[in-house]
């Protein structure tokens, strides 16, 4: 069932914009700090604990999965505009940090890659 994904959804962004304001409070900032980072992180947590804890229908567990797979790519792409528009707004050097923090992130991935292979975690192994 699609709702339960939708529930989950909804605290886990509640949860994260909560959490994000709060934080935002402690640093002296008048804005929400990866409250939408949080959400993100929060629903990968709560679907693979789901996998792990919970009984529920094929019907509920592909809801649930419909919808995680669905938040994360929407996020990133909403996150990397505001981004690229504040880089641009801040000068050569926001835009150089954020350049490198995406060489850095693709330059990770085989390593990653090569951490899931020897745990055995990537599909297709036995």
Known sequence: MVIYGVALLAFCLLAGSL???????????????GGVGIAMLLLLFVTSLRAERWQLSAA????????????????????????VVGAIESGWLALVAGVLAVVVSFALIPLFTHLARRAGQLEGEQ
């Open 19 to 33: 959490a994000g304001d709060l934080i935002g409070q402690l640093l002296g900032i008048q804005a929400n700090v």
């Open 60 to 83: 509920s567990q592909s809801g649930i999965l419909f919808w995680s797979a669905m938040y994360i790519p929407i996020v990133v792409a909403m996150a990397a505009k505001q981004n």
